[in-house]
């Protein structure tokens, strides 16, 4: 079973910040969140992960609580293209990662 | 960077015959996983291999499905005999494990329908 919680959808107007929430409050120590996106008949696309610090790449921001027990993934800009279904998982030292049913963000005009 | 390249894209089968999927990971990767999704399971992983080495075939649905990674730049996955029910998108990713926290990359499927 996936062991992360994320809202089934959520809708974000075009040219504003979509911040999309992830509960994990079973995660482990050395354990990393990663966050990946599916847009319709794709595979998943890597967006950014981390440990315990904030990351920001050229796609994304990632915001990871103190506690460690959940984080929150901002698309600054969001535009029509970023309609997707956004993944957050963590774990599998081996680099297996089990994904559950993630967030669909629909980006509206 | 070609990424990672799967092969068909599309195959459409019946009921009884063998299938075979292909994957070439990222070259210089060194972890190649095999994903499975539907409507209704999501996405599932199938089997992991490292250095070449299945590590974990707990997620193979039934002893139809088996899978091979003769090398480090291919790797197939085989259904025999297939059945209407292993419709699906099947993904090949890769990831570098030098790091363990080193992200995959996933190609972008083969569809596979069985009649």
């Known amino acids: 079973d996936a062991k992360t919680t994320q809202p089934p959808s959520m809708d974000c107007a075009e040219g504003r910040a979509a911040n999309l929430p992830c509960n994990h409050s079973t995660i482990s120590g050395n354990e990393y969140v990663y966050w990946y996106r599916q847009i319709h008949s794709q595979g998943p696309q890597y967006i950014i992960h981390g440990l315990k610090n904030n990351e920001t790449n050229e796609m994304a921001s990632l915001i990871i609580t103190e506690d460690r027990k959940s984080s929150t993934l901002i698309l600054p800009h969001a535009t029509l293209r970023d309609t997707a279904v956004y993944y957050c998982i963590f774990g599998g030292s081996q680099g297996n990662l089990i994904f559950g049913k993630g967030t669909k963000l629909s980006v509206k005009p | 960077d070609a990424g990672v390249i799967q092969s068909p894209r599309h195959e459409v089968t019946e009921m009884g015959q063998e299938v075979t999927l292909r994957c070439k990971p990222i070259s210089g990767h060194n972890s190649l996983f095999w994903y499975r999704q539907t409507m209704m399971r999501g996405l599932e992983l199938l089997i992991y291999f490292n250095n070449n080495v299945p590590i974990d075939d707990s997620g193979m649905p039934e002893d139809r499905f088996s899978a091979k990674m003769p090398n480090a730049s291919f790797s197939t996955l085989k259904i025999q005999p297939s059945e209407p029910r292993d419709s699906a998108v099947y993904f090949c990713?890769?990831?570098?494990?030098?790091?363990?926290?080193?992200?995959?990359?996933f190609g972008n499927g083969t569809r596979l329908t069985v009649t």
């Open positions: 990713a890769s990831s570098h494990r030098r790091n363990h926290n080193s992200p995959l990359h």
